[in-house]
């Protein structure tokens, strides 16, 4: 219809089902359903805007395709991730934060002469999150440093290597290829993560117990992000 104004859409990204199970039932219905590359896309009208719920799975690899997919193929034009995350300094267990920047500490192409964490094909070590005004909501939590690769890190010197060399506060397996792929594509992202270990020697043992409790506030903070 001519004059028409689209509404916004938003592309939410998240691995495991116990991180987007809490949202569902605030979501509301959902429009639409698609299965692309083996990943699911629910749709959902919330908030005068379409969310895209991308059921990435655990990965780089799963996370980089899923944001390709909402950008290029559901036309997402911003990138919500939330998901469990361990915690390499003081951030204690069932701590929300926000993502200030990410770095892909599995990328090496230092025989090249380039930084450790850069990519070919970029300029910058660190991908920062989005710097717009946030919510109150979202401007009380810690803005942290993500180092992400494709390791669970329950290694106390890996943790320590993480802090010495990129001066990181947590980690996971997904931010890297949610924020590369948004930079390349030109498409803003946030994070909100919630520390579910302290990756460290005995990291699985306690990320196990994590996954399986609430997520309190952070269900809130995410939807106030939502909403905005």
């Known amino acids: 219809m001519i004059g028409e104004v689209e509404c916004m859409k938003i ?17 509301g219905d959902c429009i639409a359903t698609d299965v692309l590359c083996g990943m699911e896309f629910s749709t ?3 908030a005068e805007k379409q969310i895209v719920l991308a059921k ?25 991730n ?35 964490g850069q990519p070919a094909d970029r300029k910058e070590v660190y991908f920062p999150a989005d710097d717009q005004p946030i919510s109150d909501a979202l401007s009380t939590l810690p803005a942290v440093r993500l180092a992400s690769g494709d390791k669970f890190i329950s290694d106390t010197a890996l943790k320590n290597n993480l802090v010495s060399v990129f001066s990181a506060d947590i980690c ?20 909100i993560k919630l520390v579910s270990d302290s990756a460290d020697d005995v ?25 905005r």
Not at 11 to 27: D, K, R
Not at 98 to 113: E, Q
Not at 176 to 187: D, L, P, W, Y
Request: proline share 2%; hydrophobic share 45%; net charge negative.
């Open 11 to 27: 592309g939410f990204i998240v691995a495991m089902e116990n991180e987007y199970a809490p949202f569902l039932s605030s979501l």
């Open 44 to 46: 959902y009208a919330f």
């Open 56 to 80: 990435c799975g655990i990965g780089e690899i799963a996370a980089a395709s899923a944001t390709a997919l909402c950008i290029g193929s559901f036309g997402c034009d911003y990138i919500v």
């Open 82 to 116: 939330f998901g469990l995350v361990g915690s390499l300094g003081n951030h204690a267990l069932s701590t929300c934060v926000r993502v200030k920047d990410v770095v892909h500490y599995d990328c090496d192409l230092t025989a090249f002469g380039q930084p450790l």
């Open 172 to 191: 996971d397996m997904e931010g890297a290829g949610i924020a590369i792929t948004c930079a390349r594509s030109g498409v803003p992202f946030t994070m």
């Open 203 to 227: 990291a699985a043992q306690t990320f196990s117990l994590s996954k399986t409790q609430a997520f309190g506030t952070a269900v809130d903070v995410v939807l106030s992000l939502l909403k």
